[in-house]
């Protein structure tokens, strides 16, 4: 590798080592924020989530390998200007090209909406896909704030058509309380599931072989990830979390993984830099099946 670093490229990777065709992992950064009711920014959190990528190491420590030289592409990023519907016609196009391609696609979000967008695809191409949500909120809500694809609605569409188990849940609106444990929906809240090894157990008997990943950096501690738009107390360990992933990946077809809602804080880097090495560590445990 060069001493130069490029950036733009998730781990700083030379072209011939990022191209599509060759590549084992793909990035695809989705920087849409049309909803966001609290904290903003989370539109800047997929090209700080890929700037801070470069200062990942890139021997992982557990993993014990260099997962990047079975190739990781970086998309350009997905057009999101424009209206609401004409944005997510190009996440949803975005999906579908990732879903037919070779890579396991990593979609760095933008706000948790884009979610609506991206699962369609997979859950075509995997008719008994399963979703895991890694959450601090249930986003269950049909609606919120006047429209259908509020970041606070993410899973709903889904949770109708596809079996959809949530993790980390801290935060329950009256509206969305009757969509918890029921129908697709499988809920272990936070409060009720500090048993981590029990947990873990619970959520591989509750996916499928199939699974979409999605992932709001919410769903961490705030000690973990503080740069996001609507944090809650509680939440998991950096550990506990990769306990949770590790298993996963490795006893599951994991298709495709979101992370989404970064939203970059003036004066740190921590959430960012988190982010990018949590992507990493994750394309490692698929590498290592």
Request: hydrophobic share 40%.
């Amino acid at each position: 590798m060069s001493d130069t670093i490029d950036t733009t490229k998730f781990m700083g990777l030379e072209s011939e080592l990022s191209s599509l065709s060759s590549a084992r992992f793909s990035v695809i950064p989705v920087p849409y924020e049309k909803t966001t009711s609290y904290v903003k920014g989370t539109g800047k959190g997929p090209a700080a989530v890929v700037e801070a990528s470069s200062q990942v190491e890139l021997w992982d420590e557990e993993t014990g390998e260099e997962t990047w030289l079975l190739g990781i592409h970086t998309a350009k990023a997905v057009d999101c200007r424009g209206s609401e519907s004409a944005a997510f016609e190009k996440i949803q196009a975005a999906a579908e090209s990732a879903a037919a391609a070779k890579p396991i696609p990593f979609f760095i979000g933008g706000e948790h909406s884009i979610s609506q967008a991206l699962i369609p695809p997979f859950l075509k191409k995997h008719p008994k896909l399963s979703v895991l949500h890694f959450d601090a909120h249930a986003d269950l809500r049909p609606e919120y704030e006047g429209s259908t694809r509020n970041h606070a609605c993410a899973m709903y569409p889904v949770s109708r058509v596809c079996p959809v188990v949530q993790v980390g849940i801290r935060s329950i609106g009256g509206e969305e309380k009757d969509f918890v444990n029921s129908g697709r929906v499988k809920t272990f809240p936070a409060h009720a599931s500090r048993d981590n090894r029990k947990l873990v157990r619970d959520v591989l008997r509750s996916l499928g072989k199939d699974v979409y990943l999605t992932i709001d950096v919410d769903g961490f501690d705030p000690s973990v990830m503080p740069a996001t738009g609507t944090p809650q107390p509680g939440g998991f360990s950096w550990y506990d979390a990769l306990d949770l992933f590790r298993a996963v990946c490795r006893e599951k077809n994991v298709v495709g993984v979101d992370v989404v809602e970064v939203c970059p804080m003036k004066g740190s880097v921590l959430t960012e830099f988190n982010a990018a090495k949590l992507i990493y560590r994750l394309m490692g445990y698929l590498a290592s099946k």
